[in-house]
């Protein structure tokens, strides 16, 4: 079974309007970690945003944030006001268990922003 | 602030060759360095791990005499792709977890592209 999964393999997303990125995982451990990549055509792996498992609320960084839904195990990504510099590739991934640093990363989300 | 330095960024090889790709930690010791691998349009796949002292560990299905991993110091992780053939080819990226107070940071290098001609 797919540990992470990503549904939308692109989508699309009017400048200036709010997009969300679907991501669902599947964990039998009590104890994990949610995060969210941007990566560009460039290549590079920038951080966006965490979430823990035992975090009570969700994880807000300036205009992304988390809708974690842990019943649901589901942990979108909302990017408000889009932006063009914010078309690149997404991942979702997670980390298992409290001593684990290793990431295992869902298919991705190619984002496109149009102006 | 802490980064991961990866080198080359971009090689083309011959087939046949072998190609060293280097992470070094700058700023923070890294006991442990992750080696991904990814191909064009997909996701992140966990090669190997490496450990500063120890031998590496490898993900299954990975050939660990044809992807040769040293981790020499605590800031250096080298990964070598041995006898390169074409399907070798792929975007290279390592990881390595900063430790901190409440948990750690997973500082990421830009990647080495690999073309094997």
């Known amino acids: 079974a797919q540990k992470i999964t990503q549904t939308q393999p692109g989508m699309f997303v009017q400048e200036k309007e709010a997009v969300t990125l679907d991501c669902t995982y599947d964990?039998?451990?009590?104890?994990?970690?949610l995060f969210w990549y941007k990566q560009p055509s460039s290549g590079e792996m920038i951080f966006l945003i965490y979430?823990?498992?035992?975090?009570?609320q969700n994880a807000t960084e300036g205009r992304y944030s988390l809708n974690f839904q842990k019943a649901r195990k589901s942990a979108n990504l909302v990017i408000s006001a889009s932006q063009l510099g914010d078309s690149a590739m997404y991942f979702c991934a997670m980390r298992e268990g409290l001593v684990a640093r290793q990431l295992t990363f869902g298919s991705g989300t190619q984002l496109t922003v149009l102006p | 602030g802490a980064v991961v330095s990866q080198h080359p960024s971009w090689v083309i090889c011959k087939s046949g060759t072998s190609v060293k790709i280097e992470c070094r930690s700058l700023?923070?010791?890294?006991?442990?360095m992750f080696w991904y691998r990814q191909f064009p349009k997909q996701s992140l796949m966990l090669m190997a791990t490496s450990n500063e002292g120890s031998k590496a560990t490898y993900e299954q299905g990975v050939e660990k005499d044809k992807f040769l991993i040293n981790h020499a110091s605590l800031t250096l992780s080298t990964l070598t792709v041995t006898s390169a053939h074409p399907e070798d080819s792929s975007f290279y990226i390592c990881s390595a977890p900063e430790v901190r107070d409440r948990g750690f940071t997973l500082h990421f290098g830009n990647g080495t592209r690999l073309t094997v001609t």
């Open positions: 964990t039998s451990d009590p104890s994990y970690g």
């Open positions: 700023d923070f010791q890294a006991t442990t």
């Open positions: 979430q823990g498992s035992y975090d009570q």
